[in-house]
């Protein structure tokens, strides 16, 4: 085997709720120094192989958030984070977050206690309590628009909330589906063809910002859960766990309804079981969602990037937005 110009990649894998997160902890790209939206900017433009090698197949899958950890440009901050998928870059990552807290703890790099940690959409602080939970206290969330309708092919008239929660979320009970496992492909193709429609008239977020999540909600059979969502990601793969930003969004929606009042603990259940819970704080105007979960170390590994293997940088065309 050739190793000489063989680039190596340390990598942490984690799940919350059953979402993968790789952690880039070693030998990723330099992003120089700056801002982080800087840095991100450089990795979209100067080094998209790297995440496509990372995240893609036949290393990655449609499922795996990849994080690489970076030099904070903000003195207050532990770390900054760039999350990335298979398709692209994500501003925040509730899962990725608490993966990110509890991979520096396998580490030994922190322990017990309040981190802040510097993403791409702002600030957010993650506390790792003394039996392993993580707390996520995420940017500010907000309901940009209630009852939008969007008319979907093959399916009629779907109503929903437009929604940031560190991502743009388009969240909807208006969809007539049996939320289960087993329907997973079915529950994708009903999602895809929303976020579809939604491009198609023109519906945006903020500031004419794509609309990249969509979150399909309905009651949980569970007696501790208050509701069940399935959320599809950008990249068709759908959020194993409950979606920490997805839970923000959905937050920020009972908030402005009147459902939610501050403090008071909402439970999200994911499609495939796993649970978040979810709570929120006022700070004036601004609705700050705080979300609780766990993380499990499954993997330390080394990747191994050589130029000469035609599919280095990833299977193109493996994955569609």
């Known amino acids: ?61 449609a499922i795996v958030v990849g994080a690489l950890l970076l030099a904070p440009s903000d003195p207050s901050c532990d770390v900054a984070v760039i999350f990335f998928n298979n398709v692209g870059y994500l501003g925040m990552c509730g899962h990725g977050v608490i993966g990110v807290v509890k991979t520096l703890h396998f580490l030994g790099r922190i322990w017990a ?4 940690i510097e993403t791409p959409v702002g600030v957010v602080t993650a506390r790792l309590h003394a039996d392993g939970k993580v707390s996520v ?13 969007v008319s979907v092919v093959g399916i009629g008239t779907v109503v929903g909330d437009i929604a940031w929660g560190g991502n743009w979320f388009y969240l909807t009970d208006d969809h ?22 939604l491009a198609a008239d023109g519906v945006t977020a ?25 959320v599809l990601c950008p990249g068709r793969a759908f959020d194993r766990s409950p979606c920490g930003t997805g839970t923000s969004a959905k937050l920020a929606c009972l908030f402005a309804d009147g459902k939610i009042r501050e403090g008071e603990v909402w439970r ?12 929120i704080e006022c700070e004036g105007d601004a609705i700050v969602p705080i979300i609780t979960g766990e993380a499990w170390v499954n993997a330390e590994s080394v990747l191994l990037l050589d130029p000469a293997d035609p599919l280095c940088w990833g299977l193109a065309g493996a994955s569609s937005q």
């Open 1 to 61: 085997m050739r190793t000489a110009h063989v680039q190596r990649v340390r990598v942490v894998d984690s799940h919350t709720g059953g979402e993968p997160t790789r952690v880039v902890v070693e030998g990723g790209p330099d992003l120089g120094s700056g801002p982080l939206s800087l840095r991100l900017e450089r990795f979209r433009s100067r080094h998209d192989d790297f995440r496509a090698a990372v995240a893609d197949e036949p290393r990655g899958s």
């Open 113 to 116: 206690g309040e981190h802040r």
């Open 137 to 149: 206290r995420n940017v500010p969330s907000f309901r940009h628009a209630a009852g939008v309708g």
């Open 176 to 197: 007539g589906q049996d939320l289960q496992l087993q329907r997973a492909d079915e529950l994708a193709d009903f999602a895809f063809r929303v976020r579809l429609a």
């Open 206 to 230: 903020a500031n004419g910002q794509a609309i990249d999540h969509i979150e399909l909600f309905g009651p949980s059979p569970r007696s501790d859960a208050d509701s069940r969502n399935f």
């Open 268 to 279: 999200q259940e994911s499609i495939t079981g796993s649970l978040f819970e979810g709570r």
